[in-house]
Each structure stands twice: as structure tokens, then as C-alpha cells.
């Protein structure tokens, strides 16, 4: 079956850290692979995305995300926290077409 | 910034009402979709639609949603009889037409309460 787990409904950090955001997938096929983020009251935002190539993908906001397959993960990860980046982040899988989503992980940025 | 707009942003409605959610999808996209989530719950794929048919639905699109760009600028989802499972954020997405690359817009969401 296909489907996207993040396991981690909801991490807490302080402005300036290090974020590293978990995402594992079960998919028949190497599935192109995307994070969103939520702010309140805003729609989904994509990061970034990963179809093929490097297993390093850079996205907005100063994150990235790293591909590995042999794990089938696509972790999010950002240097350093602002606290502007408390919000919502989706990681999906699929196709263009047809994304499938993980549950979410809500994000807390304390000063 | 060209954005993809929904109405309304809440809709409370009784079950076995009808309900109409609206989108406005980017001006030159060509590629539509609903997806919905349930609170708590997963963000799940509905539908997608493309040069005026649905071109994938999932299971939980059954015979009581439905689909529609009545014009050149909206999209709509019906809901003809509601449920009360049917509460849930409801997003509207579009698409320009690059097949593997394109990245989906969505919109900022249309909470449905069905009491």
C-alpha cells in the first residue's frame, strides 16, 4: 500500500537551531517526492521537491531535503530556525497528478 | 503573486444539505484538483480534472461529489447530499501543463462543518 509516514506529530525548537524534520514512504515505484508547509490560514506552500538526480534538493526558505532510497526517506532540513518557520510541514509522494500526504508535523519556534 | 482562491473560507450546513465550494485557479493553468482533510487526519487526493472531464477520482469521490468549471474561471466541487464524515478543510489545486514538473498551487482551504 502506499502511504507516507511522519513521525513526529509535533517538534519543538528554539529560534536558531537545528531542524531536522522525518519523512519515510512505502511507494511501488521511486515516486517523485515534495514537502509542503501550512501557516495559519494559508494554503499548502511546496519547499521543494525531488524527481530525479541529485539526492540533495534545495528548496525556499533556506531548507533542504535529502533523498535516500535505501531508506525510503526524504528528511526536511534547515540550518537554523527563524521563528517565522513555526507552522505546518506535509511531506507527499506521488505524481504530479496525485499526491499522497503524510499526517503533518506541526513546528514550534521558542525565542 | 498569481494565487488559486477559494470561497467560502468556512460553510456550516446541516447533513443531507447541498454545498458548493468554489475555487478560482490560476489564470493559465490547465490542470485542477481537489484534495480534503479530515481533522487530525492525512491531507487525501479527491480528484483531478483536466479539459473539462475528471481525468482520476479516488475512492472517496463517490456518486455524491461532483465537479465543474461552469465558466473560464471557476472550478467547483458539489456535495449534493452531506455527511456528517464529510467535515473536513476541502483545498482546491491547479496546475500549469508541464507534466513531470509542475508544481500544484493550492489554495488556502474551504472548512466544511456538516452538523
Redo the contacts between chains.
Keep these: 500500500a502506499q502511504s507516507?509516514t511522519q513521525p513526529d506529530i509535533h517538534i519543538t525548537v528554539s529560534e536558531g537551531a537545528s531542524l531536522e524534520l522525518r519523512c519515510n514512504y512505502s511507494y511501488g515505484a521511486t515516486p517523485y517526492l515534495f514537502w509542503?508547509v501550512q501557516s495559519p490560514?494559508?494554503?499548502?506552500?511546496?519547499l521543494l521537491?525531488y524527481?530525479s538526480g541529485d539526492t540533495l534538493v534545495q528548496g525556499i526558505k533556506g531548507f533542504e531535503a535529502e533523498f535516500k532510497r535505501s531508506q525510503s526517506s526524504f528528511n526536511l532540513r534547515k540550518p537554523s530556525v527563524h521563528w517565522s518557520d513555526a507552522a505546518e510541514y506535509?511531506c507527499?509522494v506521488g505524481t504530479?497528478?496525485?499526491?499522497?500526504?503524510?499526517?503533518?508535523t506541526r513546528l514550534q519556534v521558542f525565542p | 503573486e498569481p494565487e488559486v482562491t477559494q470561497t467560502p473560507s468556512h460553510q456550516v450546513t446541516q447533513m443531507g444539505q447541498e454545498v458548493i465550494l468554489r475555487c478560482v485557479p490560476i489564470s493559465n493553468h490547465l490542470y485542477f484538483y481537489w484534495y480534503r482533510q479530515i481533522l487530525g487526519q492525512k491531507v487525501e487526493f479527491l480528484v483531478s480534472f483536466y479539459n473539462n472531464e475528471i481525468s482520476e477520482k479516488s475512492e472517496i469521490f463517490d456518486d455524491q461529489f461532483s465537479v465543474e468549471r461552469p465558466d473560464g474561471s471557476n472550478f467547483t466541487l458539489k456535495i449534493r447530499s452531506t455527511k456528517l464524515e464529510d467535515s473536513a478543510m476541502y483545498f482546491c489545486a491547479s496546475r500549469y501543463n508541464e507534466r513531470n514538473t509542475g508544481e500544484l498551487f493550492f489554495g488556502e482551504g474551504s472548512r466544511l462543518t456538516v452538523l
Design positions: 507516507v509542503y490560514g494559508q494554503g499548502l506552500q511546496l521537491k524527481f506535509f507527499a504530479t497528478d496525485k499526491l499522497i500526504f503524510g499526517t503533518g
